[in-house]
C-alpha cells in the first residue's frame, strides 16, 4: 500500500491550496482517510478525516478547509482555503482499515510521504 501526497508549495496568507493524496495497492473507499500536519519543532497534528460522507475537522481550521474523496480515484483531497501562517507545516494523508475517521493518529494503518505547505505573511 502507498499514499502519495502532493499539492503542497508556497502561498500567500488568505491564498488557497488543494492537496490531493493517491493511495494504491488496495481501495479505501469504505474506510478511513485524514490528513495530519507537522510544524517545525512541534508534534503532529489531526487536520481532517473523511469515511464514506462524513467529515471530521481539527477546530483550527473548520471553516476554511474541506476534505472530500473521489472514490473511482482511490484519491482523497484537502481543499485549503483562507490560509494562515500558522498552517503552515508539513502535511501527511493517512488510511485505515477500519470505520475509524478520528482525530487519533494511532487510528490510521498507512501514511504517505508528506507534502510542505509555506504560508508567507
Known amino acids: 500500500v502507498q499514499l502519495q501526497a502532493s499539492g503542497g508549495g508556497l502561498v500567500q496568507a488568505g491564498g488557497s491550496l488543494r492537496l490531493s493524496c493517491a493511495a494504491s495497492?488496495?481501495?479505501?473507499?469504505?474506510?478511513?482517510m485524514g490528513w495530519f500536519r507537522q510544524a517545525p519543532g512541534k508534534e503532529r497534528e489531526f487536520v481532517a478525516a473523511?469515511?464514506?460522507?462524513?467529515?471530521a475537522y481539527a477546530d483550527s481550521v473548520k471553516g476554511r478547509f474541506t476534505i472530500s474523496r473521489a472514490s473511482a480515484k482511490n484519491t482523497v483531497y484537502l481543499q485549503m482555503n483562507s490560509l494562515k501562517p500558522e498552517d503552515t507545516a508539513v502535511y501527511y494523508c493517512?488510511?485505515?482499515?477500519?470505520?475509524?475517521?478520528?482525530?487519533?493518529?494511532?487510528?490510521?494503518?498507512?501514511w504517505g510521504q508528506g507534502t510542505l505547505v509555506t504560508v508567507s505573511s
Open positions: 495497492g488496495r481501495t479505501f473507499s469504505r474506510y478511513g
Open positions: 473523511i469515511r464514506w460522507s462524513a467529515t
Open positions: 493517512a488510511a485505515n482499515n477500519n470505520n475509524y475517521y478520528g482525530s487519533s493518529s494511532d487510528g490510521y494503518d498507512y
